[in-house]
């Protein structure tokens, strides 16, 4: 080969994912929270869970938003590299069949219009398609989209990161109602862009939505770089 790939992990040249970095992928244990998935000190559900549960169903993350997969995260981001996102889907079949959710269709987070003509392509999509394809869902991206242009999440603090997001997605019922819908994104910091996203699925009549990211930011990671 003329160009062999590089390991979007950590460099290493003839891989696009590497043995060292598929073992490395830092994962979420337990106990993390019933419903988020956020790992805490005890069993059953997180603080927030308890005052102010989410609408979705469920959620959970394949990875810790670190090395090696958050270099991955942003060689999907930025290069396009669509070979690492089959490699990173096809690590995270296992995971979520191990979860046995129930699932009718799958749909990604989308980017804003200006996102998407500026970058070309949505990155979620480079991993949701090719696992939505090893999972026998129907990839059903133009489902949901952005009704309005919101500004970049980093460096936002939670309250404006909701306030940022809230109604800024809409969903088409002909395609989600009464749908148990996998809707799956890149990176969960706050939650706050997914908890809008099930918002728009579920006022279009989805029956329920367990949410998938590939990574999980944690509180070591500071919101004015996630
Ligand atoms: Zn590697
Ligand atoms: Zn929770």
Redesign the pocket.
Known sequence: MLFPPI??????AG?R??????E?APRVVEPFCEKCGIPIRHVGLCSKCQSDPPAYRLMRSWAVFDS?VQNALHTIKYRRNVGLGDSIAIQMVDFVRSLQWKLDIMIPVPLGSKRLKERGYNQVGLVARPLAHELNLEYKPAALWKSRETRSQVGLTISQRHENVSNAYQANPSVVKRKSILLMDDVATTGSTISACTAALLSAGALEIYALTIARALSHHDLTRV
């Open positions: 390991c979007g992990g950590c460099g290493k891989f994912w590497c043995s060292t970095c598929q490395r090696p």
